[in-house]
């Protein structure tokens, strides 16, 4: 393993830092600008631009005026003196409108920033609380959601009583629900990335992962929508004021003067109009420059996988006990079942598997899709949450119980930080894209090695240079949208290397890559294992793949392990049929082209509904009505290898051409 190279000079780092948020703003303006651009972007632009600017000159230049009480031209019509007429007290009712839209305009901001406040606090608690507490907050969330925020609004003003405090009060808090359920919704979609993930098995709290890896990931399209609903305030606001509970005389906003100029609409109908047509025109500014750039942007609502909680304490019942090629294994997994919702109820879609996996050794995970490869993965990485559970008679990683701990103990935290890596499928949602790489890698180091920010940086860059990744200290700078595909993986690779870990968990690390690519991820993973003697768990469709890579290949079938042997003995010692069908579906370099690829035939079984016997019988050629009865146990051979099948290593049939037609996943 290579070494630790020493301390950043602080000037540096701040640069680094500067760096990184103008980097950030800059993008974000760039994206904003672009939406601007369009026809459509340039009225609303050309819109908000003339209330904000009305908004900061509008009282320098014509204040006096609108103050300015004239005895001689009480409530008068329009003239050329007064466009719009005068009040009661002789005041210009145009300068007056003017001088309105700073008032008008800070205020209704005001209630939007305490709007968004309160709603990012109350959307985010869902995901800061934990499942019960966590269940209630949405629950609030909706309920509040439901009650039409006018109501709210007026329900507030009259708590917080009449004047400006009150008002601002009232309308931020009215807005609040809507903002909250916009919030856990982004959060609930970012929470499900994979650098969250990442940030979890580092061992990062959940504020922690919040600030730095959620609420830079949502806050494009928060301003987005707190842009839409400044409108709203807004027109909320003036409305208030209108009723006699925002503003108070002598100070004036639009709402207020709509009131006033209402009580003179028969003697100037336009210095009564006036203020409406303004307060609909920054409504307006507000909405469409929002509706133009979140049309642009994107209002992103990423996707979500299932949200977890803890591993409560495993129950362990039928399945055969794991086969333990290495006296001090680095993962030990007993009779691991992993129960998820699907959409008919709990399903159990990995039931019983046992495996053990020794320091240095590389085991293949390979199966059809859906055959629970990942959620076994997800399991031993302490990544499954509730309503998700994890059973096992034993799960035991460098030989600490993580089953039977409720929660992430501290120590645990640490450990799967340090000593577990995990390289995702796809480059592109495992790397948080706000932040640097080398930050990112840097975390770990930080969290639990309880070194500053410069010694991170340096540890990440000797890590990215391990990762065979070109020119690491610049590439520690960039984002993970100026790396490659190949280059984020190996990033990933980086990143499960920065503790000093005893096992990486690969689950499918290449299937986003080209073939190219893929071959030298996966060589760098043979290297990194050989030089640092690290265990690694390859998870793949590709059973030639895990073959070439690993010393022992696991194949599952219908969330259980079926066949356990060595890569060496793959291609000519495979016992159960299901491995020889996969086998079998790989096309090799010397096949016959005009020949159609072989296929297994049928489906994988549908985890809500696995038969009482074997589970692949129903595809299988050497199937009987014992085995359609009575599932095999997985059992030893005494030679280390294991096999599930009641004909395990008879010969199968020979299948026909017909037999054989169309071209199915070679899995
Ligand atoms: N969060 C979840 N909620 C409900 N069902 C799930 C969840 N995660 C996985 N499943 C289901 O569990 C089964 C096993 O999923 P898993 O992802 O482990 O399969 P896999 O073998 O890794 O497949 P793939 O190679 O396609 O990723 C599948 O039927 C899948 O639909």
């Known amino acids: 393993m290579q070494v630790f190279t020493g301390v950043e000079r602080p000037e540096s780092l701040s640069r680094w830092r500067s760096g990184v948020r103008g980097r950030r703003w800059a993008a ?33 230049l014509w204040g006096e005026r609108a103050d300015a009480i004239d005895t001689n031209a009480l409530s008068q019509g329009s003239s050329s003196e007064h466009w719009l007429g005068t009040d009661s007290l002789g005041r210009d009712i145009f300068y007056r409108v003017l001088v309105a839209t700073r008032l008008s305009v800070a205020l209704a901001l005001l209630a939007t920033a305490i709007g968004v406040a309160a709603g990012v606090l109350l959307g985010a ?112 606001f003036a409305g208030l004021s209108f009723l006699g509970l925002g503003v108070q005389a002598p100070s004036y906003d639009w709402g207020l003067l709509l009131n006033e100029g209402l009580n003179g609409i028969y003697v100037s109908p336009a210095g009564a109009l006036a203020p409406g047509v303004t307060i609909v025109l920054a409504g307006l500014a507000f909405n469409l420059t929002g509706e133009v750039v979140a049309k ?26 794991a086969g333990r090629p290495d006296p001090s294994p680095v993962l030990e997994v007993e009779d691991l079942h992993v129960t998820v919702t ?58 600490t119980d993580l089953v039977h701990t409720r929660g992430r103990a501290k120590g645990i935290g640490r ?38 920010w410069g010694e991170a940086r340096a540890r990440a860059v000797d890590r990215l240079r391990a990762a065979r990744v070109p020119a690491p200290e610049r590439r520690a700078h960039q984002y993970p949208h100026e790396f490659s595909g190949g280059m984020r993986q190996r990033a990933m690779i980086a990143m499960a290397m920065m503790g000093d870990p005893a096992l990486i968990v690969a689950d499918e690390p290449t299937t986003a890559l080209d073939v190219t690519v893929q071959r030298q991820v996966l060589r760098l993973l043979q290297e990194i294992r050989a030089e640092n003697h690290v265990a690694v768990l390859l998870i793949s469709h590709d059973i030639t793949v895990v073959g070439q890579v690993c010393d022992r290949v696991l194949v599952m079938y219908a969330g259980r392990v079926v066949e356990d042997l060595p890569s060496s003995e793959l291609r000519t010692a495979a016992r159960h049929p299901y491995t020889r ?87």
């Open 28 to 60: 974000g303006l760039g994206r904003w600008g672009q939406a601007l651009r369009s026809p459509l972007g340039l009225v609303a632009a050309t819109l908000l631009g003339l209330v904000l600017l009305l908004a900061i000159v509008g009282p320098i």
């Open 125 to 236: 608690a869902p995901w800061l609380l934990g499942r019960r507490a966590g269940r209630f907050a949405v629950a609030t969330i909706n309920v509040a959601v439901a009650f039409p925020a006018l109501l709210l609004v007026l329900f507030f003003a009259v708590i917080f009583g009449v004047g400006i405090r009150g008002a601002v009060l009232a309308v931020g808090l009215g807005m609040a629900p809507y903002y909250a359920r916009v919030t856990s919704t982004l959060v609930a979609g970012v929470s499900g990335r994979d650098f969250v993930a990442a940030a979890r098995t580092v061992g990062l709290g959940r504020t922690r992962i919040l600030l730095r890896h959620i609420l830079p990931n949502i806050g494009e399209p928060l301003i987005v929508n707190a842009t839409l609903g400044a409108g709203g305030a807004l027109l909320a």
């Open 296 to 321: 642009k942007v994107g209002l992103r609502t990423a996707n979500v996988r299932t949200a977890y909680s803890p591993v409560p304490p495993a129950t362990g019942d039928e399945a055969p006990a």
């Open 342 to 399: 699907g959409p008919a109820g709990p399903v159990t879609p990995v039931r019983g598997v046992s495996f053990a996996i020794g320091r240095g050794e590389a085991v293949g995970l390979v199966g059809e899709s859906g055959s629970g490869k990942s959620l076994t993965a997800l399991a031993v990485a302490q990544l499954i949450e509730a309503p998700g559970r994890v059973d096992a008679r034993r799960l035991e990683f460098q030989g």
């Open 415 to 452: 450990l799967l930080g340090t000593s577990l890596g995990v390289v995702f499928q796809d480059p592109t949602t495992s790397l948080n894209p706000t932040m640097r790489i080398g930050r990112q890698l840097g975390e770990v180091v930080r969290r639990h090695l309880g070194k500053g």
């Open 581 to 667: 069908a996969l086998l079998a579906a790989v096309p090799g370099m010397k096949a016959d082209r005009d020949r159609p690829l072989t296929i297994i035939p049928g489906r994988p079984v549908d985890p809500a509904h696995f038969p009482p016997g074997c589970a692949f019988a129903d595809r299988c050629p050497l199937a009987d009505d014992h085995c359609r009865a009575v599932d095999p146990a997985l059992t030893d051979d005494g030679s280390g290898r294991r096999v599930a099948c009641w004909h395990a290593g008879e010969p199968l049939p020979v299948v026909t051409e017909e037999d054989s037609v169309g071209v199915g996943e070679a899995s």
